[in-house]
């Protein structure tokens, strides 16, 4: 059985991150879409927002059978705990592969029995971020083709208690 974990900050999912664990879940047995606890990055939702969000919007786009956990500390350690074989990341510009690649590395000195496997992104996503998300919906501008209804509500809940 081929177990995956695909890690990330989520802050929020975006249609991107989406595209991605559909794609992967159809190579994987079992599949965890990790989020990260991340102090270091002042997430603009909570940990428990971010998995709530994550699960809400894997549901809302018919993206079914994966596990949604969150984790605090190195990501190989969370891999060990829940039996992954695969570490999935999706790559979209140019500009990623550089951190991409040092991450990849350095988890296979720490972990050697984790394989890392990229997916590339969607065309139509491939300067999408979720940071780029949030600075359109902070001023104002329409998310809907960036993100499903479940986080563009989130988003525009959080602007509300904001504001
Ligand atoms: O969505 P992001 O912010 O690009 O995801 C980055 C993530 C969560 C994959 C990375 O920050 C991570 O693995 N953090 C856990 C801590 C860790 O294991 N650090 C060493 C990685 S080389």
Do not use: W
């Amino acid at each position: 059985m081929a177990i995956a974990i695909y890690p990330g900050s989520f802050d929020p999912i975006t249609h991107g991150h989406i595209d991605i664990a559909r794609r992967a879940r159809k190579l994987f047995d079992r599949m965890f879409v990790a989020v990260v606890a991340n102090p270091h990055k002042r997430p603009y939702f909570t940990l428990e927002e971010r998995v709530e969000i994550t699960q809400a919007a894997l549901v809302e786009e018919g993206v079914n059978g994966i596990e949604v956990i969150s984790f605090d500390g190195l990501l190989v350690d969370c891999a060990r705990e829940h039996g992954a074989d695969a570490i999935v990341r999706g790559l979209r510009a140019n500009s990623d592969f550089e951190y991409e690649f040092q991450m990849a590395l350095t988890n296979r000195d720490m972990a050697p029995e984790f394989e890392s496997v990229f997916f590339m992104t969607a065309k139509r996503f491939s300067f999408l971020s979720s940071s780029i998300v949030k600075e359109i919906s902070m001023y104002g501008g329409d998310v809907s083709t960036f993100v499903p209804k479940s986080v563009e509500r989130a988003l525009l809940g959080k602007l509300g208690h904001a504001g």
